[in-house]
């Protein structure tokens, strides 16, 4: 099957017809469709499949008991009305790739293993990479089930209900001692490969980043009657907050967000009595994150005592710098360098993957396909088709040069 058929195959799963965009979250139908079609590619290639404690799915070509496997892949889940590409692209790709490794008649001499990690975005429970985070051991069992949706449903139930058995979850350290080295193909979260006119490139490292959430309590009052002066509005609190973030966000050249927000009791009528916010803030290094998140909360504690308006701040998440490892990313290098003669940049991302939840238990790497508007997490989200063949290509010469050794 082309990469181009199984890209049309899977392009109408969980699409929203109103807004054009994804939502495939964590134990869901959209979910349960995508899990099925990744099954099915394993079955029609005559590769072995398998599902993991933690509902991570695996197909093999060769023995992964063998161990030094060479994995690739992604995360087919999304964001909400999220685009097609962030997460599907690699799971795509690495099929395609092991469809040309094959075509070639490539000489393998390590085994070969395609991945689809669960709950890669997040976007249900509010922790992202969920199903790398428990392989790795850096999302413990107890805080795993204490994780739970919008509609209070814990993680336990959303797997149980979907046919999964939550009792098993928690690290894996025979399954990833199997693994040699992960190369994790990606679309482009920015514009850097679109602004230097090369179509594949190799990552560095991912910024630290992490999510905040900010608790404005105030006192829920009714809306025509309460004089301003006597309001402890939590809306003004936050919104200031939010005006914050963007300042300090650019005087450290970073990145800060609030992209959720919930209001309580929400109503037009009513002055909120809470104010929930979910700050996003990265970048290039721990000082500068450490800089910007102290300046919101900083800012966020004035306005709210100018307000009379309580705050709790708390961390939800956090990852530190990831530094791909440099072996690993410099024989990528040499392989589509000297190998193939495809220039290939070396660049950074502010962007959270499972490559990264990984790189501090087996050597990763990633490769990223050029966005041509660099538009992600959105509808909008775009690779053209020349492009991801492109990146095919690239992650078939990477897997071939690192299972023929």
């Known amino acids: 099957m082309s990469f181009h058929s199984m890209w049309a195959e899977l392009l109408p799963v969980g699409r929203s017809s109103a807004s054009g965009g994804y939502r495939r979250y964590a134990w869901t139908g959209a979910d349960a469709e995508c899990r099925a079609w990744f099954r099915e590619q394993a079955r029609a290639r005559g590769l072995s499949y398998e599902t993991d404690r933690n509902g991570n799915q695996w197909a093999w070509l060769g023995d992964p008991a063998a161990g030094n496997a060479v994995v690739t892949g992604s995360h087919l889940d999304s964001v909400p009305d999220g685009g097609a590409f962030d997460g599907p692209l690699g799971v795509v790709s690495a099929f395609a790739a092991l469809d040309e490794l094959r075509r070639r008649g490539a000489r393998l001499t390590r085994p070969v293993g395609i991945v689809n990690f669960g709950d890669e975005e997040g976007a249900r429970f509010g ?222 991302t502010g962007a959270g993957h499972d490559a990264g939840i990984l790189s501090g238990r087996v050597p990763t790497a990633m490769l990223f396909v050029r966005n041509p508007t660099g538009v992600s997490h959105s509808p909008a989200e775009f690779a053209t088709e020349d492009d991801c063949v492109a990146g095919v290509n690239a992650l078939t010469d990477v897997l071939e040069g690192l299972a023929r050794t």
């Open 127 to 348: 922790l992202a990479c969920v199903g790398s985070r428990l392989t790795a051991g850096t999302l413990t069992v107890e805080q795993a089930h204490r994780l739970t949706d919008g509609d209070g449903i814990t993680l336990p139930h959303a797997m149980e209900a979907a046919g999964y058995d939550p009792e098993t979850i928690g690290p894996d350290p025979e399954r990833l001692a199997r693994i040699g080295a992960f190369v994790e193909l990606h679309v482009e979260q920015g514009r850097a490969l679109d602004l230097s006119g090369d179509r594949v490139g190799i990552a560095s490292a991912i910024w630290p980043h992490g999510r905040w959430r900010f608790d404005f309590r105030g006192e829920a009052n009714h809306a025509g009657t309460t004089r301003l002066a006597d309001r402890r509005d939590p809306m003004l609190s936050y919104a200031e907050t939010v005006l914050a973030a963007r300042r300090e966000a650019e005087l450290a050249g970073a990145v800060a967000t609030f992209g959720k927000v919930g209001v309580e009791p929400n109503g037009v009528n009513a002055v909120p009595s809470l104010v929930r916010g979910w700050l996003d803030s990265r970048a290039a290094d721990q000082a500068s994150l450490d800089t910007v998140v102290g300046g919101i909360e900083k800012a966020a504690r004035e306005y709210a005592a100018a307000h009379g308006v309580d705050l709790d701040v708390e961390r939800e998440s956090f990852t530190p710098v990831v530094e791909f490892d440099h072996a690993l990313r410099d024989e990528l290098a040499r392989i589509l360098g000297n190998d193939t003669d495809l220039k290939v940049p070396v660049l950074g």
